[in-house]
């Protein structure tokens, strides 16, 4: 079945620095990606929508200049937060749509702490 | 304003019984509904799931149904197993009209099979 690797799977940054996540899809081509940001005991909260080769699409009140979006190629996707703060410490999670299928694969998340 | 919601946030059952997971929705526009099972620190992994113009679909253990006049679906697991305890997430899309297919989560429950 289709595969999302998403690395790292936690990372611990100082505030003020950036930090890179990448979304893989490892077996198809996703035309598609979405970064998904989930705080304790709530629902995953759609950040972002990506389209290969085209600018990310941000849902209101998602900072497009603090979550960097890049889907520069159809297997690999990054979200780059810059001058992280510790509001941002969250789980981020990616994932990709293949083709016109509806169904979607989910990355394994990344749990972000800003120290 | 919660478009998805879960209202129940846990859900205990014991092994072999049915497992009966509710969810409702505000948007009349969601056409495409998807039940994802997620454990601590991982991404979420598909279960099922149910076009608007179905009321009934099924995959082994797991049946969604949709009652598309009160805006609300339902996962029955039965029988349940130990190793269904996991959060559920309910998520709805609008995939006609050319959209992106994005998700919106309900905040999930929580279900706990005891032995």
């Known amino acids: 079945g289709a595969v999302v690797s998403q690395h790292p799977s936690w990372v611990i940054c100082k505030s003020g620095t950036s930090v890179k996540i990448e979304c893989r899809s490892l077996?198809?081509?996703?035309?598609?990606m979405f970064w998904y940001r989930q705080f304790p005991k709530q629902s995953l909260m759609l950040m972002a929508t990506?389209?290969?080769?085209?600018?990310?699409?941000?849902e209101q009140g998602v900072e497009k200049d603090k979550f960097l979006i890049n889907h520069a190629s159809l297997t690999l996707s990054t979200l780059t937060v810059t001058s992280a703060h510790p509001e941002d410490s969250s789980f981020y999670i990616c994932?990709?749509?293949?083709?016109?299928?509806?169904?979607?694969?989910f990355g394994s998340g990344t749990r972000l702490t800003v120290v | 304003d919660q478009q998805v919601k879960q209202n129940s946030p846990s859900l205990s059952v014991q092994e072999g019984r049915i497992s009966i997971l509710n969810c409702d929705y505000t948007n009349s526009m969601f056409d495409y509904f998807l039940w994802y099972k997620k454990y601590p620190a991982e991404g979420p992994t598909f279960l099922i799931s149910?076009?608007?113009?179905?009321d009934k679909n099924e995959d082994g253990r797991f049946t969604v149904f949709l009652n598309k006049s009160a805006k609300h679906l339902s996962l029955h697991i039965v029988p349940s197993q130990p190793g269904d305890s996991a959060v559920y997430f309910c998520?709805?899309?609008?995939?006609?009209?050319?959209?992106?297919?994005?998700?919106?989560f309900g905040k999930g429950t929580l279900l706990t099979v005891n032995p």
């Open positions: 990506s389209n290969e080769g085209s600018k990310a699409t941000y």
């Open positions: 998520a709805a899309s609008v995939i006609s009209g050319g959209s992106n297919y994005k998700l919106t």
């Open positions: 994932s990709a749509r293949q083709g016109n299928n509806y169904g979607y694969t």
């Open positions: 149910i076009s608007s113009i179905k």
């Open positions: 077996d198809f081509q996703a035309t598609t």
